[in-house]
């Protein structure tokens, strides 16, 4: 809960409401990435996460403001409890390394998706000749 005039209180409240957008953006794109073009189309089509990019950019920022403010001890100015800073350096901690690991993982995923793309083209053109069916020629009679 929010402490009046507690400037930690209020930005783990802000911090926490980013969290939670990460997260439903994560299983957003999840559930529409299935296949390469699907991957493109959706991070570079998809207004939904045009508007988390900007979410994405907003939370970074707003990791900056906190640093700085734990920084110069504002954090723990007003009527706070006495974890308050402890618990936002977690917390930017957390909060810089999801931005790590997040676009660690948003590459490997395009890659994968790259690469499994691919493999699809080629499986359908290697099954497709000009609207002929191959059979398989087995020693069985």
């Known amino acids: 809960m929010s402490y009046g005039g507690c400037k930690g209180s209020q ?3 802000v911090n926490t409401l ?7 953006a994560a299983f957003y794109l999840a559930m529409q990435s299935k296949s390469w073009n ?3 189309h ?3 089509h998809d207004p939904w996460i045009a508007a988390y990019i900007l979410v994405g950019i ?3 920022v707003w990791l900056g403001i906190g640093t700085g403010w734990a920084a110069s001890g504002e954090m723990e100015n007003g009527n706070c409890p006495d974890n308050i800073g402890e618990l936002s350096s977690s917390s930017i901690y957390c909060g810089f390394a999801f931005f790590g690991f997040a676009s660690f993982g948003l590459c490997l995923a395009v890659l994968l998706s790259l690469c499994l793309g691919r493999k699809e083209e080629q499986d359908e053109k290697t099954y497709q000749v000009s609207g002929g069916s191959y059979y398989a020629a087995t020693d069985k009679v």
Do not use: R
Request: hydrophobic share 55%.
């Open 18 to 24: 980013f969290c939670i957008t990460h997260i439903v």
């Open 11 to 13: 930005w783990l409240m």
């Open 42 to 44: 959706t991070l570079c």
């Open 38 to 40: 699907e991957t493109m």
């Open 58 to 60: 907003g939370s970074f």
